[in-house]
């Protein structure tokens, strides 16, 4: 039995409206302003939101958060979302980072109205920028980066106006002409907003609308040498997609008056809303895409898709489901205040998920043979294994067994000490599913005097059930059979990040213990054929995915996702 793909899972939910369709998201603030706009009629009955990325890296679990808003109240008000690639900056962005952007997307579950790149709009960006000119309302400053910011003066002191300031509208029409045709060299010009050098907001004191950059894009190629702030791009892409409610996080607050500045500055014949909530942010965990760069290039982990990345794609190939993240996406909710959220509660969330629907598999991570004495050579028996121990419906599968099995190394002791249950010389414990088994004797390598191989004996009475002399054992420890288990390569992924709060020293934080790599795991047969993203749990061990990369026929890699229970948790309470 295996879970369904999630390709499969996706298609099957992505309903009418292009949305994973769910119980409605809980309500939250940007919801109730929504509700009160449907209520006058401010935008008639749409609702038209946006997720506007910039491709310049993979997606992470905060994005989640914005792609769940965003699409969330597409889907719930019949409304569309579009994905937009803010890709307004050229130096940082690329190709590989769209791509990866629409299949974390569409993985998540959700299905845009529209797909847009900002860099669409370059032009029309510009025949706005000229009007703003001829409206006396922009101009071609000439002051180096330095003197711009030496004369845009304090938060308490207000800044000084550009001799620029007040070029004629012909002049600054062709100066930015000319600054498009490629006549002047990076940083002599920049185009800027004419505003207010005395605002108490310093992004009203005539921000910059435009800079040059000779730099080529991963869309307009050398089309263009000038490009537009994101603060100016930002507006009007909404405004083109007719957007209702532009979301965005709480660092854009202070940029709002410019948002609007443009807008209706330009009188344009649509207004979006700019909303801001506050950014998810994860203990042990960092998330500014800058830093996480830092790490791809580092080679402090393999990659972006790395299963200890916070990326959509590290979580995807850790074994999250979309629908855990989604979950997550709901239960932490949206407001306006700046807080930290515990990762155990993310690790919960996809423990719950695959608790439910993750079918159960014996796998021995550091195999220790067993040989039983008294089970007669060449006998194979088959036990009824439940799927799931909660859920009956799911039904068995056959685990076989024989003489010569693996338990794990760590279920045996030579010198057992207080409180161990499990396997000890002269001790008796149960096999999962199986018969009451005591160990006679050990096998030691002489030269290292580890234990090598254990002698058991099983009692045939107990097959499935307690002995008629009401014997009890208490500890019940799994076991693959050695001739029919198959090999796998096993991944434990741990946190990244020994802190808390990581973010003061990526580097010094780092949890040396975050992945261990076992080579020699025994799983059982039904697992010989897993697929890449499939995802059992494995008894007492916890949740484990076939490597969506390296599992292949032949080869069996499972990644960790979680452990069955939160092991930090104890650790910060002891
Ligand atoms: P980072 O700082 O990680 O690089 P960003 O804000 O620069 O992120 P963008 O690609 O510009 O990344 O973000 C796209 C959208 O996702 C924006 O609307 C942004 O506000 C939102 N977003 C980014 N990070 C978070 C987060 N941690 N929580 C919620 N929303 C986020
Ligand atoms: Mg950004």
């Known amino acids: 039995?295996?879970?369904?793909?999630?390709?499969?899972?996706?298609?099957?939910?992505?309903?009418?409206?292009?949305?994973?369709?769910?119980?409605?998201?809980?309500t939250n603030f940007i919801r109730q302003i929504i509700d009160e706009d449907l209520r006058t009629g401010k935008n008639g009955t749409r609702v038209a939101t946006r997720f506007p990325p910039e491709p310049n890296g993979y997606l992470h679990i905060g994005h989640a958060k914005s792609i769940c808003l965003n699409f969330g109240i597409a889907r719930d008000y019949k409304g569309t979302c579009n994905l937009r690639m803010d890709d307004t900056n050229p130096t940082?962005?690329?190709?590989?980072?769209?791509?990866?952007?629409?299949?974390?997307?569409?993985?998540?579950?959700?299905?845009?109205?529209?797909?847009?790149?900002?860099?669409?709009?370059?032009?029309?960006?510009?025949?706005?920028?000229?009007?703003?000119?001829?409206?006396?309302?922009?101009y071609v400053c000439s002051l180096t980066a330095e003197q711009i910011r030496e004369y845009r003066g304090t938060l308490t002191q207000p800044g000084r106006e550009s001799p620029y300031r007040n070029r004629s509208v012909e002049e600054n029409l062709e100066l930015f002409a000319r600054m498009r045709k490629g006549e002047f060299p990076d940083g002599t010009h920049v185009l800027r907003a004419k505003i207010?050098?005395?605002?108490?907001?310093?992004?009203?004191?005539?921000?910059?609308?435009?800079?040059?950059?000779?730099?080529?894009?991963?869309?307009?190629?050398?089309?263009?040498?000038?490009?537009?702030?994101?603060?100016?791009?930002?507006?009007?892409?909404?405004?083109?997609?007719?957007?209702?409610?532009?979301?965005?996080?709480?660092?854009?607050?202070?940029?709002?008056?410019?948002?609007?500045?443009?807008?209706?500055?330009?009188?344009?014949?649509?207004?979006?809303?700019?909303?801001?909530?506050?950014?998810?942010n994860l203990t042990y965990t960092v998330m500014s895409k800058r830093k996480l760069l830092e790490l791809v290039q580092k080679k402090i982990v393999q990659g972006?898709?790395?299963?200890?990345?916070?990326?959509?794609?590290?979580?995807?190939?850790?074994?999250?489901?979309?629908?855990?993240?989604?979950?997550?996406?709901?239960?932490?909710?949206?407001t306006k205040k700046e807080n930290v959220i515990d990762v155990a509660q993310l690790e919960a969330c996809i423990r719950e998920d695959l608790d439910r629907r993750a079918p159960r598999a014996l796998a021995v991570l550091r195999p220790l043979k067993v040989v039983i004495e008294n089970y007669p050579e060449g006998q194979v028996e088959e036990f009824d294994g439940p799927n799931h121990t909660q859920k009956p419906e799911l039904g068995t599968r056959k685990v076989p067994?024989?003489?010569?099995?693996?338990?794990?190394?760590?279920?045996?002791?030579e010198e057992p000490t207080k409180g161990f249950f499990r396997l000890a010389p002269g001790k008796e414990v149960r096999l999962r599913f199986a018969y009451f088994v005591k160990?006679?004797?050990?096998?030691?390598?002489?030269?290292?005097?580890?234990?090598?191989?254990?002698?058991?004996?099983?009692?045939?009475?107990?097959?499935?059930?307690?002995?008629p002399d009401g014997r009890k054992v208490k500890g019940t420890i799994h076991w693959v059979s050695a001739q029919h288990s198959v090999p796998a390569e096993v991944r434990l992924y741990d946190r990244l990040f020994v802190k808390e709060n990581p973010e003061d020293d990526t580097i010094a934080n780092l949890n040396p213990k975050s992945f261990e790599?076992?080579?020699?795991?025994?799983?059982?047969?039904?697992l010989a054929s897993a697929k890449p993203e499939e995802r059992y749990q494995f008894e007492r061990q916890g949740y484990f995915v076939a490597d969506m990369k390296d599992c292949a026929p032949g080869r069996l890699v499972f990644n960790r996702t979680v452990t069955l229970r939160d092991s930090w948790a104890k650790e910060a309470g002891k």
């Open 92 to 138: 940082k962005e690329d190709v590989e980072y769209v791509e990866s952007i629409m299949k974390d997307v569409e993985w998540l579950g959700f299905k845009w109205a529209g797909m847009y790149y900002a860099s669409d709009y370059f032009e029309k960006l510009y025949d706005y920028a000229v009007q703003l000119i001829k409206l006396g309302k922009a």
């Open 1 to 26: 039995m295996t879970l369904p793909t999630d390709t499969a899972e996706t298609n099957a939910t992505l309903a009418t409206s292009g949305t994973a369709s769910q119980a409605p998201a809980p």
């Open 401 to 413: 067994f024989s003489r010569e099995l693996y338990i794990e190394r760590e279920d045996f002791m």
């Open 517 to 526: 790599i076992i080579k020699d795991a025994r799983v059982e047969r039904n």
């Open 196 to 280: 207010d050098m005395a605002s108490p907001n310093i992004n009203l004191r005539d921000p910059a609308l435009y800079r040059i950059r000779h730099a080529h894009h991963h869309r307009t190629g050398d089309r263009w040498c000038i490009y537009p702030m994101y603060d100016y791009a930002h507006c009007i892409s909404d405004m083109l997609e007719g957007i209702t409610h532009s979301i965005c996080t709480l660092e854009f607050e202070d940029h709002r008056p410019l948002y609007d500045w443009c807008l209706e500055t330009l009188k344009t014949p649509c207004h979006p809303q700019q909303i801001e909530f506050s950014r998810l």
């Open 439 to 467: 160990c006679t004797g050990v096998v030691k390598d002489p030269a290292t005097g580890e234990v090598t191989e254990l002698r058991c004996t099983y009692d045939p009475e107990t097959r499935g059930t307690n002995p």
């Open 304 to 334: 972006w898709d790395d299963p200890r990345m916070p990326t959509i794609l590290g979580f995807r190939r850790r074994g999250y489901t979309p629908e855990s993240i989604r979950d997550f996406c709901d239960r932490i909710g949206v």
